[in-house]
């Protein structure tokens, strides 16, 4: 079963930066974390789940939702099963849970369990 672990969350002041790290395990040799689009998503109290940023299994193509994007950058380390999220210019309205996903093109997908970014001075 693929697992995947959010790290790098906390608080960080106006204006700082994050990196978070979502680290996967346990992908078969026929669908690996190479094979797996990745992508971050964030949650707020009171507010609905939303996609932040998404790249594609050659990191060729990434997305990013128009709030940060110029601000965080998303990448990916295939032989480390690892995906990455660069935020910089943080302000309070990014405060959330972040979210990583992973997605087959057969449409399975899976979802780590979270981790906290705070933003407040």
């Known amino acids: 079963q693929v697992q995947l672990v959010e790290s790098g969350g906390g608080l960080v002041q106006p204006g700082g930066s994050l990196r978070l790290s979502c680290v996967g395990s346990?992908?078969?040799?026929?669908?690996?974390?190479?094979?797996?689009?990745m992508s971050w998503y964030r949650q707020a109290p009171g507010k609905e789940r939303e996609v932040v940023a998404s790249?594609?299994?050659?990191?060729?193509?990434?997305k990013y939702s128009n709030s940060v994007k110029g601000r965080f950058t998303i990448s990916r380390d295939n032989p480390k099963n690892t995906a990455y999220l660069q935020m910089n210019s943080l302000n309070p309205e990014d405060a959330a849970v972040y979210y990583c996903k992973a997605v087959t093109s057969a449409g399975a997908e899976f979802w780590g369990q979270g981790t906290q970014v705070t933003v407040s001075s």
């Open positions: 346990g992908f078969s040799s026929g669908f690996p974390f190479a094979l797996y689009t």
């Open positions: 790249i594609g299994t050659a990191s060729a193509v990434t």
